[in-house]
């Protein structure tokens, strides 16, 4: 009960944290915002992936690692598994490509250009390109690390599968409500099917590496077709 107290409350307060402390959660609907002379604003988009990475990564694993709250269990005690195996890997080799391909595609369309990238600058150097790249891993293997790890883990010791995939995606597309778009309604397909595969694979590793790919993918197509973007070199 403790482990289940714990994932619902890191779900739910701790997303209401992260919106809270977040800033320009919304951005306007047109392609260019000028932004170039203005580095503060990248920084918000850079502070709130690291505020989702310190609430729902580093956080949880201090009250896990450093404290009594689950009687100092380990991750094999709380089915939290990374681990690789052909059945990881066929799931990670079946959908890569098939986001690659998808995005390759979908990404040149107006519509998903006035969202996409996050970041809404003109030259994207080196740096931005990096750190953006970054910090995507971070908060994301840090939200599946939450979701599909503690969320879903702690549901299965109270509830059978179905339910516990229900509840859990459930959650997560709520985490995804406030942007109103295909992202909202996406949430849900890659929510459920996040967590088959996890009960499936016994890992979160392969959750952890689609989420990422498919963010870097989005990001890296939205760039190219851009029309108003671009990569320097410095």
């Not at 006035?114 to 910090?135: D, Y």
Request: hydrophobic share 55%.
């Amino acid at each position: 009960m403790n482990y289940l107290i714990l994932s619902v409350t890191i779900a739910s307060f701790g997303f209401i944290a992260w919106f809270a402390l977040s800033k320009s959660l919304l951005l306007p609907v047109r392609f260019q915002i000028m932004y170039d002379a203005n580095p503060p604003y990248v920084f918000r988009i850079y502070s709130r992936r690291i505020i989702g990475f310190i609430i729902y990564g580093i956080i949880p694993l201090i009250i896990i690692l450093c404290t009594g709250w689950l009687n100092h269990a380990t991750f094999k005690d709380l089915h939290l598994c990374f681990h690789w195996n052909f059945n990881v890997a066929k799931w990670v080799l079946l959908i890569i490509p098939l986001l690659v391909l998808i995005h390759a595609f979908t990404t040149k369309s107006t519509a998903s250009l006035e969202q996409f990238p996050e970041i809404r600058v003109r030259f994207w150097r080196p740096h931005i390109l990096i750190k953006s790249a970054l910090f995507w891993v971070l908060y994301l293997a840090a939200s599946e690390f939450l979701y599909r790890g503690l969320l879903f883990q702690s549901l299965l010791f109270c509830v059978d599968d179905i339910p516990a995939i229900i509840i859990c995606t459930g959650i997560y597309a709520l985490s995804h409500y406030f942007k109103r778009n295909r992202v909202s309604l996406f949430s849900i397909f890659y929510g459920a099917l996040a967590c088959y595969i996890v009960l499936k694979t016994g890992s979160i590793l392969p959750v952890i590496i689609i989420q990422i790919v498919n963010a870097l993918a989005i990001e890296w197509f939205s760039l190219y077709y851009h029309p108003e973007m671009y990569i320097t070199k410095t």
